[in-house]
């Protein structure tokens, strides 16, 4: 199993912590904004005698809010097309082992959420990578550079929409253009939607499941910890039309027994949170962006697209190695006792020697801390000894 880029710099963190430094985190997707409160009034009042198993797909009334959860956003399901996982990572862990046999093939455009490589790893599962590109503003590549890497053993296209990490949001056409592919090849096409909420600039999501003709292909991964900031909860949930891998999936959790109780009762109470909920967290969330993706483009050397959706930013450091540039931000640098943690990019490729001076940016911290931030990553780079200026 790979070590988390997210995490393994965690106790060069903590050893900062302990001689004093505050850190700001920009390494981690965990946000400030408050859970909503109809879901911790929920925790609050549970009243049962017993914490007993929910049902293996999840408690239907739960099941039942997400239909129409999913109608409010334009996506028409059934509740046989649902079934409440874990966390996401449940939700990818299941459908990896659902559609795959060992050493069948995965296709993913990189960089992708780390995890994605632990997860294939768990399955059994080759992750096959093509190369998006940062000066491309980590676009889809050209569908013609997947066809290429289409095997015998190819048995889905996996992206992740919002992206983690780039920020990318995928239009319209570039999602047709996959739909046209993986039915052409007869193979699955997994979305990560995730961060559904989140995008900006007037830009509006498109999702997998209303690809026309899609129905037996498309397969969406979901959670509620950034939507209704529940990291805590471990509560996703597959959805998919296609009654042949929902009933596969349905014998993975029947292995598992249930999801969480208490997180499913938390999660369906976040269903009735209003939609000034949402614009309101987008709009901090846009000038968060603003402040760290302006903030990082000033700073002489760096260079950082800017994403129009999810809370992430990946930039290119004129440094040899951002991994080696996180450590020392953490053990030997600080700006009147504070600095910053990154996430070295490195992890989230699978090609070697992909992003080795690319980091990945997490714009979850209020903006006072963002600014303070970007001031410390500039006055960093000014004296780390491996600046390429």
Known sequence: ??????????????????????????????????????????????????????????YHSYLFGLVEYYKKVGINIDIDNLL?????????????????????????????????NGFSIASGVNVVPVISRLEDNFALPPVEEFEKLITPRTRAIMICNPGNPTGYLYTQEELNKLRELVLK?????????????????GAKHFSILNLEGLEENAIVIDSVSKRYSMCGARIGCVVSRNKEF??????????????????????????????????????????RRNILVEGLNQIEGVICPEPKGAFYAMAQFPVHSTDRFAQWLLSDFDVANETVMIAPAEGFYATPG????????????EKEALQKSVEILKAALQTYPGTLL
């Open 1 to 58: 199993m790979p070590e988390s880029p997210i995490r393994k710099l965690a106790p060069f963190a903590n050893e900062a912590k302990e001689k004093g430094k505050k850190v700001y985190h920009l390494n981690i997707g965990q946000p400030d904004i408050e859970t909503p409160k109809e879901a911790l009034d929920a925790v609050r009042k549970f009243d049962r005698k017993i914490l007993e198993y929910s049902p293996s797909e999840g």
């Open 84 to 116: 409440v996982s874990t966390g996401g990572s449940e939700a990818i862990l299941f459908t990896m082992n659902s559609i795959t046999d060992l050493g069948d093939e995965i296709i993913i455009p990189e960089p992708f959420y780390a995890n994605y």
């Open 185 to 201: 090849h007869d193979l699955f096409l997994i979305a990560d939607e995730v961060y559904r909420e989140f995008v900006y600039d």
């Open 246 to 287: 929902m009933a596969t999936v349905l014998k993975y959790a029947q292995a598992r027994l249930s999801p969480p109780t208490l997180a499913q009762v938390a999660s369906e109470a976040a269903l009735k949170t209003g939609p000034e909920y949402f614009a309101g967290v987008k709009q901090e969330y846009l000038e």
């Open 354 to 365: 992909m992003g080795y001076n690319q980091a990945r940016l997490a714009y979850v911290l």
